[in-house]
């Protein structure tokens, strides 16, 4: 039965003409050539002398280095003096990270002489010192531009929805199509058929999930790894994630994390986003029982709390909800980019931790549901 829930699920030509069209877009996004290959060998001359963890010393050159450029007339302006001045300006942003770490850090403690060692904000206070503690030697310059490419995948809002509209496509019709085709009765008049078939289909979907996943980042690794032609910085802190972008910016992230093992965790965490996600498609599909009923209702449930938070921002319940979204937890860059804790019982729950644990106790009722549908439906000619 397994087998032939996958068939029915892959055999779907629509999965096929959509993923074709996102391998597509993300070989137009990487059109433009890489300035940082051209520039590899002024990039590694400075590497030599400014990488690695930020000191004193090399903050101090540094904005030695700024104050006499902008001192000196305007004149040719090189490709080294710009790569330099990006590279003088990294460097001082890490400096500035760590001056403000160390910062935050005296404001925590003073703050926890003011409290009782019983209190809530005490032990909030408590879990931030030792996380910036941790990350106090994260800050510095690394050459990381490659993992850059890659979690620039993972983030935005419009890589997020194509990942859901491959799942919209190809699970909405899952428990749909059987009710529209009337073969349920025929399953379910079979011994255990309808515990069976629900089993079948949910190992299905999340058979389908794991290949779309993986054959998209595998996708994305190799475009990366053809464009920067390396994967430089894969054990350089994720603090060192930062850039003008509105993704990937990780400069005040709480985790003491390199960047191979953040890049493990993010996929692990949005791979799980996705089987939750389809956990819901399934639900909404075994209850409206109309493919394309489901592929509006379960996009609604996505969008909704986006939409929520830009028409109520200045609510604080708005952003409450947008933040514990099936979108946020496909999005990944804001469970990691700062600490944020939640009360739980009375102990401070961080905030990608509470997402994990919510999800997964709402993937689990909802599998409970459908699974209850079935048991409950009553086989009809």
């Known amino acids: ?31 433009v050539p890489a300035d940082w290959n051209t520039a590899s060998d002024i990039y590694g001359e400075l590497y030599e002398e400014l990488g690695g963890p930020v000191t004193e010393e090399k903050e101090l050159y540094v904005r030695e280095q700024m104050e006499a450029s902008d001192a000196q007339e305007l004149g040719t302006y090189t490709e080294r003096d710009r790569i330099a001045g990006e590279v003088y300006y990294l460097v001082s942003l890490a400096g500035q990270g760590l001056q403000e770490n160390n910062e935050r850090q005296n404001e925590l403690k003073e703050q926890m002489n003011r409290l009782s060692a019983s209190s809530y904000d005490y032990r909030v206070a408590e879990k931030e010192l030792g996380i910036l503690k941790e990350v106090e030697s994260s800050y510095g310059f690394y050459i990381v531009q490659a993992w850059l490419g ?49 089993t079948a289909k949910l190992m299905a979907a999340v058979t389908y999930i794991v290949t779309v996943f993986l054959s998209l980042h595998i996708f994305n690794f190799i475009l990366q790894l053809n464009k920067y032609g390396g994967i430089q910085g894969w054990n350089a802190p994720i603090q060192s994630l ?30 799980f986003g996705s089987v939750a996600f389809a956990i819901l498609v399934l639900s909404v599909s075994v209850f409206t029982r109309n493919a394309l009923v489901t592929f509006f209702v379960s996009g609604v449930i996505l969008g909704l709390p986006r939409v929520m938070n830009v028409i109520g921002s200045e609510y604080k319940w708005a952003h409450f909800v947008t933040s514990f979204s099936y979108m946020e937890t496909l999005r990944i860059e804001r469970l990691f980019a700062s600490f944020n804790a939640y009360n739980v019982l009375g102990q401070p729950i961080l905030y990608p931790v509470l997402q994990v644990i919510i999800y997964t106790m709402l993937s689990v009722g909802l599998i409970w549901f459908i699974y209850r549908v079935f048991r409950k439906h009553q086989v009809s000619y």
């Not at 030509?13 to 069209?21: D, E, F, N, R």
């Not at 890589?159 to 399953?187: C, H, K, N, W, Y």
């Open 242 to 271: 930062n850039t003008a972008s509105p993704y990937s910016n990780y400069f005040n992230s709480p985790f003491a994390w390199e960047v191979w093992q953040f890049y493990v965790v993010t996929l692990s965490v949005q791979l």
């Open 150 to 198: 890659m979690f620039h995948f993972i983030e935005p809002f419009f890589s997020v929805m194509l990942l859901a509209i491959l799942i919209l496509i190809g699970l909405s019709p899952v428990f749909a199509d059987e009710f529209t085709q009337r073969t349920t009765g025929l399953i379910l008049a079979t011994k255990h058929g309808k515990r069976h078939l629900v």
């Open 1 to 31: 039965m397994y087998k032939h829930e996958c068939y029915k699920i892959f055999t779907r030509k629509s999965i096929y003409v959509v993923l074709a069209l996102v391998l597509a877009l993300m070989v137009y996004a990487e059109r």
